[in-house]
């Protein structure tokens, strides 16, 4: 069964920090990998969706890779910001069968962003 | 921009009740999903649906069931109300796409409490 983990939990980085954030996925039959931002209480945001034929996916100061073979995804954050501020996660979704309709989510990396 | 609406942000409601939620999407996706989030076990899938009419279990479906008689309407519906199903619900749509590289949108979440 597909487990996908980010590692830290939490992260606290001074303003204007570059940062990264992990993921990391038990198996490397996927359709794609998508990273979120959730600001407390709210629903998710969709922020990049890599397919699996792509190495890496670009939106404004974000920049998202990911090595299929080896499991593993990061999310950049280029010159971080308080509004940055807030959990991301990635999720994977599965190549085939009935799981490949759902998509299979890691805990999350809370994001604090110290002014 | 994919408008994925959940009927209410908040909602308090006693053991034993019936309880509706309702998800409205915008955009003419064919798969809608619901899911509930919780402290320290993350995102976990109750039900999704590809198609009108369609419904499929995800991994926690004991004690939902669903609805979807409209392609814009996706209904979860807790039959007898516990207080295990205190939880966020949120709901999410997807395009099909030829070749399911689409990425999941979703709503602002339903922060359930039952008494």
């Known amino acids: 069964k597909q487990e996908v983990t980010q590692i830290p939990a939490a992260l606290s980085v001074p303003e204007g920090e570059n940062l990264v954030l992990n993921c990391s996925f038990t198996d490397s039959a996927i359709y794609n990998l998508q990273w979120f931002r959730q600001d407390p209480g709210k629903g998710l945001t969709s922020l990049l969706l890599i397919q699996s034929s792509q190495r890496e996916q670009t939106s404004g100061r974000l920049n998202a890779s990911l090595d299929k073979s080896s499991g593993r995804s990061t999310l950049y954050i280029a010159a971080s910001q308080p509004g940055d501020s807030a959990t991301y996660l990635c999720a994977v979704r599965p190549f085939s069968g009935a799981g490949s309709y759902q998509l299979t989510f890691g805990k999350g990396t809370k994001l604090s962003v110290i002014p | 921009d994919v408008k994925v609406t959940q009927s209410s942000r908040y909602l308090v409601k006693r053991t034993g009740e019936k309880v509706f939620l309702e998800c409205v999407q915008d955009m003419d996706h064919e798969n809608m999903f619901w899911y509930r989030q919780d402290p320290g076990l993350g995102l976990r899938l109750i039900y999704f649906?590809?198609?009108?009419?369609?419904?499929e279990k995800g991994d926690i479906p004991e004690g939902y069931s669903v609805s979807r008689e409209k392609k814009e309407r996706f209904s979860l519906i807790l039959e007898s109300a516990s207080t295990n199903q205190t939880s966020m619900y949120l709901c999410?749509?997807?395009?099909?796409?030829?070749?399911?590289?689409?990425?999941?949108?979703f709503g602002d979440g339903t922060r359930l409490s039952i008494l």
């Open positions: 999410a749509s997807r395009e099909q796409g030829a070749r399911n590289y689409q990425p999941q949108h």
């Open positions: 649906s590809y198609d009108v009419k369609m419904k």
